[in-house]
């Protein structure tokens, strides 16, 4: 079997909706939450659910100073969080 989807092994539907059940705090966040982006991390780590999920959570989860207010908006009464790959562009003192 392939492991992609609809060729997916017993045990490979099994590790996907092990996959899909570890990773539900984080499900609402990501780009797409499908079986067809979830099975490329499977794939990817040969479905070892441990090493799928660490390596996604590493390059999925932005930093927590990347959700955090921008000071600058709070200077202007707009309580704007920045979102990953946008930073706080501060004037220098």
């Not at 079997?1 to 059940?21: I, K, N």
């Not at 079986?35 to 989860?61: G, I, P």
């Amino acid at each position: 079997m392939s492991g992609r989807v609809g060729d997916l092994t017993p045990q490979q539907q099994e590790a996907l909706a092990r996959f899909r059940e570890n990773l539900q705090d984080l499900l609402p966040i990501l780009p797409n939450a499908d079986d067809y982006f979830l099975l490329r991390w499977l794939r990817a780590r040969n479905f070892d659910l441990q090493k799928s999920e660490d390596m996604l959570r590493r390059t999925q989860v932005p930093p927590a100073h990347l959700l955090s207010p921008c000071p600058e908006s709070l200077a202007h009464g707009v309580p704007e969080a920045t979102r990953p790959g946008q930073h706080c562009h501060m004037a220098a003192p």
